[in-house]
Each structure stands twice: as structure tokens, then as C-alpha cells.
């Protein structure tokens, strides 16, 4: 069993910054490579950025690429999403999630979700 818990999100102008936390914490079984998801209204939940604990490895949505930065902090198990410039469309619930074993973007993939924190972008 993993727990994760999200922190950090709330309203912000578009241009704005904003920086989600993802603390794990329980029975990891190792240091399970943790990835970012968000889901809007009337969208399906898309890949956001992943990371991998040991090499720090990362993965990022053509959507987000140059302004989302994903980090790990591995004495605190805690992974961050830092976000710089958004805009109206990065508007959604932000979830984090872990998957068992390698890396993915397939959010399906995924066996370990946090409770989601909601990101909104003001215009």
C-alpha cells in the first residue's frame, strides 16, 4: 500500500507560477517511479510529466514541455511539479500517481493514485 498525498494547488493568473507537491509515504516496495496527471472538465485525464527516483529520469507532455518542471526531493519522498507561465488550459484537477513498474505515460498503467488538487488559471 502507497499513500499520496497532493499539496499546492489553487488559483493563479495566467502567466503565473505554481509548484504541486507529492508526498508518499506507506509500504513503497522500493521507490516506485511517480508520474503527474491532470483531467478538466469534459477531458480525458492526460499524462502530465513523470519522474524516476534513482537516475531522476524525466518525461514530459508536449503540452507542458518547457514550462512544467517535475523533481524529486529523495530524502523528504517527495516529488514535485513546478509550474511556470501557465495558462487557461493547464486549468484541471492535478493527480499524482505511481505505477509498480517502469516508468509509463499510460495513465491506466498506473496502481496508485493521490486525491487530486485542483489547478485553476485565471485569464
Known amino acids: 500500500q502507497v499513500s499520496l498525498v497532493e499539496s499546492g494547488g489553487g488559483l493563479v493568473q495566467a502567466g503565473g507560477s505554481l509548484r504541486l507537491s507529492c508526498a508518499a509515504s506507506?509500504?513503497?516496495?522500493?521507490?516506485?517511479?511517480l508520474g503527474w496527471f491532470r483531467q478538466a472538465p469534459g477531458k480525458e485525464r492526460e499524462f502530465v510529466a513523470a519522474?524516476?527516483?534513482?537516475?531522476?529520469?524525466?518525461y514530459y507532455a508536449d503540452s507542458v514541455k518547457g514550462r512544467f518542471t517535475i523533481s524529486r526531493d529523495n530524502a523528504k519522498d517527495t516529488v514535485y511539479l513546478q509550474m511556470n507561465n501557465l495558462k487557461p488550459e493547464d486549468t484541471a484537477v492535478y493527480y499524482c500517481?505511481?505505477?509498480?513498474?517502469?516508468?509509463?505515460?499510460?495513465?491506466?498503467?498506473?496502481?496508485?493514485w493521490g486525491q487530486g488538487t485542483q489547478v485553476t488559471v485565471s485569464s
Open positions: 506507506g509500504r513503497t516496495f522500493g521507490r516506485f517511479p
Open positions: 500517481a505511481a505505477v509498480r513498474g517502469s516508468i509509463t505515460t499510460i495513465a491506466t498503467r498506473y496502481d496508485y
Open positions: 519522474i524516476t527516483w534513482s537516475s531522476g529520469s524525466t
